[in-house]
C-alpha cells in the first residue's frame, strides 16, 4: 500500500500570510489538528493544535515559559516565546522542521517516519507539488476499510489452509518440523508442538488475518506438557 492510496486530497492549506485567527477558525470549522502552510507553492511549514496552545490572549503564554528561574537554567529564548504567543500571521508561529513524503513511498515507511520524528502527520508531495497529507487517523481508516475487504472474502478450506500456511512459513517463531495446520468450514486446527505459549497466540493472530477464517483451535503441547507415554 501506498500513502497515495491513502492520504487526504485535496489538502487544506494556509499561506505564511494567513492570519492566526483564521487558521484556528479553519482547524476547528473543518475538525483538523493541523494545516500545512504555503510559502506561494513551497511547503514552508505546518500549524498545529500544538502551535496554539500558548497564546497571550487566553493566558496560557507564561504556561511555555514557566518561572525565570527555570528559563535560565533551560536557556530558553523568551524573545522567541513572546513571538509565538503574540504573533499574528502563519509564518510567526509555524513549524518549519516539516518532514514530507513522496506519493509513491510504501505507507510502512510514512508509519515509520511518523514513529521516528514523533510526528503525527506527514504531506505527501510529487516533486515540489503538495498533493496529500497522511495522518495517523488516516492509518487507522485504512486498518478499518482492509478488514472490512477481507471479511467479504469467502474462499474454501484449502486456500485458506494454503494463505495461513504461506504466512506462517516466513516467521521465524513458526515450527514448521512440529507443527501442522488442517482447515475444516472455516476453522484452523493447529496441530503438534510448540516452544512457547507466545508462539500459540501468534500462530492464532496469523490466521485470524485469513479472509474466510471463522475460528482458530489450537490443540498443540508445549514441549514441557508433552504426555508421558509410560
Known sequence: MKASDIMT????????HTPVREIAALL?????????VLDGARLAGMVSEADLLHRH???????????????????????????????????DVMTREVFSAEADVDLGEIVALMERRNVRRVPIVRGAELVGIVSRADVVRAVVAKQGSAATESPGDEAIRARVAAELEGQPWWRAPYSSVQVRDGVVHYLGLIDTEEQRSAARV???????????????????????MV
Do not use: C, K
Open 28 to 36: 476547528l470549522e473543518h475538525r483538523i489538528s493541523a494545516v500545512p
Open 57 to 91: 490572549e487566553i493566558g496560557t503564554e507564561e504556561a511555555r515559559r514557566g518561572p525565570a528561574w527555570l528559563r535560565w537554567l533551560s536557556g530558553a529564548n523568551s524573545a522567541s516565546d513572546y513571538v509565538r504567543a503574540h504573533a499574528v500571521h502563519a509564518s
Open 206 to 228: 496469523a490466521a485470524e488475518n485469513v479472509p474466510g477464517v471463522r475460528g482458530v483451535e489450537d490443540h498443540r503441547f508445549t514441549m514441557y506438557d508433552v504426555p508421558s
Open 9 to 16: 486530497s485535496p489538502v487544506i492549506t494556509v499561506q505564511a
